[in-house]
């Protein structure tokens, strides 16, 4: 082992306990390379395959140059922000209501053992409906407008949310709530002051979840019924543009990214931290 | 503490307080209780008959190998169970529910990871219908009271297992209950951070003149810190003797005499009234406990 030298020095010198780490940990930079280099490495190899397939005679892939250019000159002429601010509107709008609704049902399920009996089969069952499905039906009954895609949005994530928060309750600890019961929480006060506190880890895991369904049932229903980024997108394939396209699959999933690794993955790294659960599977 | 008449009247007959430790009110009454359970092999006695009689301000331990329902016994008096059969009083009253007058002190982890440590001891206080300020001068009063006024904002995973307990301690004893019911609380705590809390909960239980109530499976555990000590037996789950600890506090786990007496407990751990007429200094409490023999229902 060659951490032998470092391992002195690695102890912060507010650590309390006794604890020694039995691998010194790497210095900030080396850390920062290890971290960095291989998605680099991948971005890179990406790059330069896309352009290969893209310079081929036959194709009408456009090369990631051109299509970069695309994009910025999309980003500048606002053209593309206005799209993606609607669908991003509707998305609030959309997630909200799954969000109140999937969590307010999931801790009913969770804390009501004959509604969860009755009900959770189906929800696992949703929960792998391709949200698609729901289109035609929601323009049959609300028609083309974006009441039907916020319904289509809202119906594809409940689910996942609706369940997520059901397993976080299930999973409180027994003694938690038996103790909260010898300090005098009762009903209400037991819910808002002890399950749902205990169980917001797996709440927030659950609408993580939920955001990701939420956003890919949006699209769809934009790309069908023709609003928002849909239409930009519907445009660009009426005039053949594939860079227009490309950038568009590039700006989703960048808004994607940022919603999750900034908004999700930080709440539940606080969330996590502050309990002392420990904090897995985050790249970013 | 207000005299119950009824139950100290029906106490006379009962072989209770003849060890010269007077005590004018019972805390805790269990007559004939048994639990059932469903087992994979069938319907199974968790608790056989169990009686027992815990006179107010008293220190009594439970001890009994696993599988006993010593713990059972505990979640019964916590009101977290109800009885298949049998009585249970707590001052005369019917247990119906967990409540604030018998506050639970649990194995581990049953404090809120959500919460800091202040704001655990102020959570039953603010259930009881303090103010902030008013709950937050007792919690600081309590958390001083277990030695650990400096971490009252820190997080309950930065805490060693032993302030946990303290912290736990601390935050049901702010809510002044009559009985505090402790369930194997120092099982995962290293050997050091025991003999400290064992010292501190005397300390605290001879100051406040609560009654406990203390499981554990460690006949040592047992004898230094109860009054009484109660051995029960498992399949079914029966009180087997209650043995006296007529020692002086504080006693310490190493103490000759605390070691000499676990060793007659231990003894009626493991065989039930082999060891009557040997017993090292105190009164075997054998007609105390439901006689082995007895008809099983």
């Known amino acids: ?284 | 503490m207000s005299a119950q008449p009824d139950t100290t009247a029906a106490l006379a007959h009962e072989p209770h307080a003849g060890d010269g430790q007077v005590h004018d009110d019972v805390a805790l009454h269990l007559h004939d209780v048994s639990r059932y359970y469903a087992g994979t092999t069938g319907r199974g006695h968790a608790l056989d008959n169990v009686s027992l009689d815990i006179a107010c301000g008293e220190f009594v331990c439970i001890v009994g190998p696993s599988g006993c329902g010593k713990s059972t016994l505990l979640d019964i008096l916590a009101g977290h169970q109800q009885p298949d059969a049998g009585e249970v009083l707590a001052h005369g009253e019917r247990i119906d529910g967990p409540g604030r007058r018998r506050m639970v002190v649990f194995q581990e982890h049953a404090l809120f990871p959500w919460l800091n440590v202040i704001e655990n001891v102020e959570f039953g206080l603010h259930r009881a219908g303090h103010d902030q300020v008013t709950a937050r001068r007792i919690a600081h009063n309590w958390l001083e009271r277990v030695h650990l006024p400096d971490v009252a904002t820190a997080r309950i995973h930065e805490l060693s297992g032993g302030m946990k307990q303290r912290v736990a301690l601390a935050r049901a004893l702010s809510l002044d209950p009559e009985v505090l019911l402790m369930d194997e609380p120092f099982a995962a705590l290293d050997a050091q951070t025991r003999d400290h809390l064992h010292a501190e909960v005397q300390e605290l239980w001879q100051d406040t003149g609560k009654t406990i109530v203390f499981v554990t499976h460690n006949v040592r555990e047992a004898v230094v810190l109860g009054d009484r000590v109660a051995v029960m037996a498992a399949k079914p789950g029966r009180m087997r003797a209650v043995v006296n600890v007529p020692l002086p506090r504080t006693r310490l786990l190493e103490d000759p005499e605390v070691v000499a007496l676990a060793r007659v407990v231990g003894h009626y751990l493991r065989d039930g009234a082999a060891l009557d007429g040997e017993v090292f200094d105190a009164t075997p409490r054998d007609e105390a406990a439901p006689t082995e023999t007895a008809d099983a229902p």
């Open chain 1, 1 to 284: 082992m060659t951490t032998a030298s470092t391992a002195s020095t690695a102890r912060r010198p507010g650590e309390t306990s006794g604890e020694e780490r039995i691998v010194a940990p790497r210095t900030r930079s080396s850390r920062t390379v290890s971290v960095l280099v291989p998605p680099l490495v991948t971005a890179i190899v990406g790059l330069v395959g896309w352009q290969l397939l893209a310079s081929r005679p036959s194709t009408s892939l456009t090369g990631p140059v051109t299509t970069l250019r695309t994009l910025l000159a999309l980003t500048y002429n606002g053209q593309l922000a206005s799209d993606l601010g609607r669908t991003l509107v509707l998305m609030g709008i959309g997630f909200s209501g799954s969000a109140i609704a999937g969590v307010l049902l999931g801790l009913v399920l969770g804390s009501n053992s004959l509604a969860d009996r009755g009900l959770s089969p189906y929800l696992v069952g949703l929960q792998s409906l391709p949200s698609a499905v729901w289109i035609p039906l929601a323009v049959i009954i609300g028609g083309t407008n974006v009441t039907s895609v916020i319904a289509v949005t809202v119906l594809g994530a409940i689910p996942s949310i609706a369940i997520g928060t059901r397993d976080a309750v299930h999973s409180i600890p027994p003694l938690i709530i038996r103790a909260a019961q010898t300090l005098g929480a009762r009903g209400r006060t037991m819910m808002t002051r002890v399950v749902v506190p205990a169980a917001l880890p797996g709440i927030v895991d659950g609408l993580q979840h939920g955001w990701a369904f939420a956003f890919r049932s949006l699209i769809a229903a934009e790309l069908i019924l023709g609003t928002g980024i849909g239409a930009f997108l519907g445009v660009a394939k009426k005039e053949d543009r594939v860079d227009k396209v490309l950038s568009v699959v590039i700006s989703v999933l960048i808004v994607g990214l940022v919603v999750d690794r900034l908004g999700f993955a930080r709440i539940r790294r606080t969330l996590r931290r502050r309990r002392g659960m420990p904090v897995v599977g985050d790249l970013l």
